[in-house]
């Protein structure tokens, strides 16, 4: 029987809004982290600092995109949104949220 190891990688992430009226809000911060199982090397994913390493980086990318996915598909089976429309709006709001640099800094999530 071949070895298996079942771990966790948890990407997380909050965005802080702030509405004065009208249909749309103001985004203020953007906190995100990455967080992994106990069986996992920590200090392969995470730096002294509490950032995502190169390797943690990867696995954090991986957590997002693999949400957007599901995200995707869920809304789509729903009838909420069509794939396609929401992938288009995804890219859009990506190009969007490179005009604006964010500063980083380590932020910590309760489990």
Same mark, same amino acid.
């Not at 966790?8 to 992430?13: A, R, V």
């Not at 004065?20 to 069986?39: E, M, P, R, W, Y």
């Given at each position: 029987?071949?070895?298996?190891?079942?771990?966790?990688?948890?990407?997380?992430? *909050?965005?802080?809004?702030?509405? +004065?009226?009208?249909? +749309?809000?103001?985004?203020?911060? #953007?906190?995100?982290?990455?967080?992994?199982?106990?069986?996992?090397?920590?200090?392969?994913?995470?730096?002294?600092?509490?950032?995502?390493?190169?390797?943690?980086?990867?696995?954090? +990318?991986?957590?997002? #995109?693999?949400?957007?996915?599901?995200?995707? &598909?869920?809304? &789509?089976?729903?009838?909420?949104?069509?794939?396609?429309? &929401?992938?288009?709006?995804?890219?859009?709001?990506?190009?969007?949220?490179?005009?604006? *640099?964010? &500063?980083?800094?380590?932020? +910590?999530?309760?489990?």
């Amino acid at each position: 029987m071949a070895f298996k190891m079942v771990f966790e990688i948890e990407g997380k992430c *909050v965005i802080t809004l702030e509405h +004065t009226g009208g249909q +749309t809000s103001a985004l203020k911060s #953007v906190d995100f982290n990455l967080d992994i199982s106990n069986n996992m090397n920590k200090s392969m994913y995470l730096d002294d600092d509490g950032l995502p390493t190169k390797v943690g980086t990867k696995a954090l +990318t991986q957590a997002f #995109v693999q949400g957007l996915v599901g995200n995707i &598909h869920q809304a &789509h089976q729903n009838n909420f949104w069509d794939s396609a429309q &929401h992938l288009r709006y995804i890219i859009s709001e990506l190009e969007r949220a490179f005009i604006e *640099v964010p &500063h980083l800094k380590k932020t +910590t999530f309760t489990r």
